[in-house]
Nanobody, 124 residues
């Protein structure tokens, strides 16, 4: 069982920045792929970014590419999502998730554990 705790959400004006953090329990964090997803009211959960275990390969949704950066610190069991140039359409609850398999999954059904989510609101 892996527990994930997100933090760093909040209210920011368009063009601003936020950094989300997600800390995982357990000693095998470096073996997991870590993903970020988001869900706006009335919409399906949407892939944002994923980072591979120890090698650190990354993949982004087109909607955030060039604005968001995913990174990880395996010594701290933490994955980050640096969000710059935020837009009102980035408003959503952001979730981190663990995939214990291989690859760089973008489908939420491929992930095994989820955090509780953190709200990000971008005002225009």
């Amino acid at each position: 069982q892996v527990q994930l705790v997100e933090s760093g959400g909040g209210l920011v004006q368009a063009g601003g920045s936020l950094r989300l953090s997600c800390t995982a329990s357990g000693p095998t964090f470096s073996m997991y792929q870590m993903g970020w997803f988001r869900q706006a009211p009335g919409k399906e959960r949407e892939f944002v970014a994923v980072i591979r275990r120890s090698v650190g390969d990354t993949y982004y949704a087109d909607s955030v590419k060039g604005r968001f950066t995913i990174s990880r610190d395996n010594a701290k069991n933490t994955v980050y999502l640096q969000m710059n140039s935020l837009k009102p359409e980035d408003t959503a609850v952001y979730y981190c998730a663990v995939d214990v398999g291989l690859g760089l999954p973008t489908n939420p059904y491929e992930y095994d554990y989820w955090g509780q989510g953190t709200q990000v609101t971008v005002s225009s």
